[in-house]
T-cell receptor, first 112, second 116 residues
Framework: GENVEQHPSTLSVQEGDSAVIKCTYS??????FPWYKQELGKGPQLIIDIRSNVGEKKDQRIAVTLNKTAKHFSLHITETQPEDSAVYFCAASPNTGNQFYFGTGTSLTVIP | GAVVSQHPSRVICKSGTSVKIECRSLDFQATTMFWYRQFPKQSLMLMATSNEGSKATYEQGVEKDKFLINHASLTLSTLTVTSAHPEDSSFYIC????????????FGAGSRLTVL
């Protein structure tokens, strides 16, 4: 089955700096890679996603890059703000079926 | 956008009682819903896939008689924790796939279960 690894587990950055979270996956059949933000006591919220037919996707301060050959994808947050502080999860999913495999999460703290 | 409502957000119960958690898709029909369990500072663990009109598919190690799932309509799935014990205390989260086959999940806000 699929194995998704996520690094780092914790990340602290100064407000205004960039944050990068990386994930690797093992199953070449995976072709959908979403990123979720989870605030304390709440459910995960989809913030950006990418499919395997593209290498990069950007939405304002958030971007995701995908290297399908190397089986890794990354979340980039620029100009970080305190409200970006949360736990971020990556996930990988194959096109067939509904299976989502989640990374172990990264606790991001943006220091004002 | 797609909204998934989960209720209750918090529940405290005595050991031995049963607790029902509801997951509703408010503005779309969900043929498939998913139930997760999340321990503090850990990732989401898929418990089961709930299929409308048929039996749920449970992940290995999840007791189906302990965690009863019913998906009676295209907008509602329920998870019942039967004869709850303190070790069942956890954060339970549901999700739904808005467009079948699109592989895009929308999550509920989660339900914090505390068993005394």
């Amino acid at each position: 089955g699929e194995n998704v690894e996520q690094h780092p587990s914790t990340l602290s950055v100064q407000e205004g700096d960039s944050a990068v979270i990386k994930c690797t996956y093992s199953d070449s059949a995976s072709n959908y890679f979403p990123w979720y933000k989870q605030e304390l006591g709440k459910g995960p919220q989809l913030i950006i996603d990418i499919r395997s037919n593209v290498g990069e996707k950007k939405d304002q301060r958030i971007a995701v890059t995908l290297n399908k050959t190397a089986k890794h994808f990354s979340l980039h947050i620029t100009e970080t703000q305190p409200e970006d502080s949360a736990v971020y999860f990556c996930a990988a999913s194959p096109n067939t079926g509904n299976q989502f495999y989640f990374g172990t999460g990264t606790s991001l703290t943006v220091i004002p | 956008g797609a909204v998934v409502s989960q209720h209750p957000s918090r529940v405290i119960c005595k050991s031995g009682t049963s607790v029902k958690i509801e997951c509703r898709s408010l503005d779309f029909q969900a043929t498939t819903m998913f139930w997760y369990r999340q321990f503090p500072k850990q990732s989401l663990m898929l418990m089961a896939t709930s299929n409308e009109g048929s039996k749920a598919t449970y992940e290995q190690g999840v007791e189906k008689d302990k965690f009863l799932i019913n998906h009676a309509s295209l907008t509602l799935s329920t998870l019942t924790v039967t004869s709850a014990h303190p070790e069942d205390s956890s954060f339970y989260i549901c999700s739904a796939e808005r467009d079948s086959g699109a592989n895009v999940l929308t999550f509920g806000a989660g339900s914090r279960l505390t068993v005394l």
